[in-house]
């Protein structure tokens, strides 16, 4: 229930003008890192606070909101989190992907393909692709003005030579709308194909790192490979213990101590979703 | 004769503050020219070297470079302090090279060999991993490093090998200028020897031109055609290697070349 | 271009030494010196040590820098080129292509293996900018020289440096004359070598001769002079 002590989703409407114009800026410039100034949240750096204070900057009283964190609307996180908006706002909660016109996700991109006027809000921790390989941020600004990313792609090289594969299973690399590269945040890189040409909005907030950015609806997102090594998602052989879904993406699940294991979609909505269809329809799993 | 110079420097300048460390230098090179800037301490010899290769920029004078234009090469001096940034650091990339003195400064050690000498091929915007491979391979080859190295880390090699690596690193995009600055200093003698003789054939070879700052005479003599004697930021002798070595003509030069113990 | 275009023209030449670091003491080693040297000329530089023959030779060469006077060098496409004007680029040139020095001393250059030095001149580019033969082809060549000058294979794949004077000496001339320049200064060709391999420099210095190489040569063996030389120059102290 709506806390009528706090101001409308917690931030004021100062902030919350400086944060739009950030946003704005981001949507003009697709994967170009909007710095911001990022507020105090009640709650530590490392938890979202990024990506609270986007969706709080655009939420309104009749926008319905879905929290999910690893594709679970369960964990404790997305529990804070999505309380945490219904004490400031009094919005609408689901879980249901389909009915929600505001997902704010860590980690993971839903299964379910997004509409147009759709928003979807990425917890980021570090913005930066290039971080760990050069850690001066003035050098890393001159390297995405200039588009001199040689150095991304040294990174795949130090991958493909160690393992014989690119190693980088999520948080991978992508070059949104053939300019800028961008670091998705840590979603698996099985979720990189759901970015591109995706009808909804993508916006992503960093709170520690104070950086915004964004990819607006339908444009191109292609995650970075050699022409001998081009980038692929991961697979599995076992569809999902429960809802026997074979197209999404599974989280293992240690069952018992004897080394006992299952395969379970990540996304939760989505797995509840095709076991009804599977039940109504009357398949067996 | 009527090739275009490579570089001209014309009164080049460089203080700090007040005092000027760089008074006045001129010189122009051609390709395949190797210039050996000899000096003590102080004799602003890195500073020169620095502010011709854009790294530091002078108070006065200019440094222009033949910009390579279309596929024959030729092309006008350009100033190139005159230039965008960006464009500057993509002569840096593909048409240069810097040696440094300590290996590490010129190389990443952070990651394999192999993606220190193909890193500019990637910036290049080269993408198949297969012939980078091939190409980095067939360089740590001609610089005497064993190519089962390949995906060993930097800091992992000796001193001679790192500084082998930096030259394949920094000549795998044909550059037709290199500076270096002291680049045997700090390494044993019988290292130091075959990095020079390796240099030696590498400018001959790639018809390298260079700029070589040293204050070992020896260096000088073994890689350069011509010299520069600096001395408190003025260059007080230049000319022909040999000459200025084997008939001396100012007070400083002759210093030098009497101060050096023969082996 | 004709036979009677000098090779090397010198005209007035002084060389003085001003030795800083000795309170200025001043040497003058050559006092208005002249010497005109013509194709197929070898001529001989006689005198007392001291008198300035090796520096009449390092001043052809361009090792020297003359105090006054002019140097004329003949270039590869018949021009005369003063190298005491001359840019370091073009005293380059010229020794690349004109102008040859057999010096008593062979500069060893450091791990390089006594064929390849002796195949090294092979390997300059020419005028088309590129290298005068291939690198096996120029090891062939580098090896029958060795052959010539007696020394022995198993010496060709090591550096000079530990070799004997005479050893060096014979390796300095084959990489003097393994590419002949149209003209050759010669310093004391002979001096460490025996009377076997002292007879084959003879016959290479006349064959050269023969050629129209012009030589201008030191040679304190009066018999060896007698054979190669076409006339004599005395060198005497500079008048005062």
Known sequence: MRDPHIHFAYLDERTKRMIRRAILKAVAIPGYQVPFGSREMPLPYGWGTGGIQVTASIIGSDDVLKVIDQGSDDTVNAVNIRRFFQRTTGVEVTTDTTAASIIQTRHRIPETPLAEGQILVYQVPVPEPMQHLEPLEVETRKLHALQEYGLMHVNLYEDLAHFGQIATTYDYPVLVNGRYIMAPSPIPKFDNPKMHMNPALQLFGAGREKRIYAVPPYTSVESLGFEDHPFSVQRWEQPCGICGARDSFLDEVITDDQGGRLFVCSDSDYCAKTQSAAASSGTTL | MSQAPLLRVRDLRCAYGAREVVRGISFDLWPGEVLAVVGESGSGKSTLLNAVAARHAPTAGTVEFAVRQGSDGAGDLADIYAMTEAQRRLLARTDWGFVHQNAADGLRMNVSAGANVSERLMALGQRHYGRLRAQASDWLERVEIDPTRIDDRPDTFSGGMRQRLQIARNLITAPRLVFMDEPTSGLDVSVQARLLDMLRMLTRQMQLAAIVVTHDLAVARLLAQRMVVMQGGYAVESGLTDQVLDDPQHPYTQLLVSSVLPP | ?????????????????????????????????????????????????????????????????????????????????DITQASPRQIVQLRASAVGYVSQFLRVIPRVAAIDVVAEPLLERGPDGHPLMDPDAARAEAARWLERLRIPPSLWQLPPATFSGGEQQRINIARSFIRTRPLLLLDEPTASLDPLNSATVIELIRAARDQGVGIVGIFHDPEVAAAVASRSVTMQAPSP
């Not at chain 3, 036979?3 to 060389?15: C, R, S, Y």
């Not at chain 3, 030779?57 to 005369?80: E, P, T, W």
Request: glycine share 10%.
């Open chain 3, 1 to 81: 271009m004709t036979m009677t275009t000098p090779l090397l023209d010198m005209e007035g030449v002084h060389k003085r030494f001003v030795l800083h670091l000795q309170n200025q003491t001043v040497l003058d080693v050559l006092r208005d010196f002249s010497l005109r040297v013509l194709p197929g000329e070898c001529v001989r530089l006689s005198g007392p040590s001291g008198m300035g023959k090796s520096t009449v030779l390092k001043l052809a060469f361009g090792n020297y820098q003359a105090s006054a006077g002019h140097i004329f060098v003949r270039s590869a496409d018949g021009q005369m080129v």
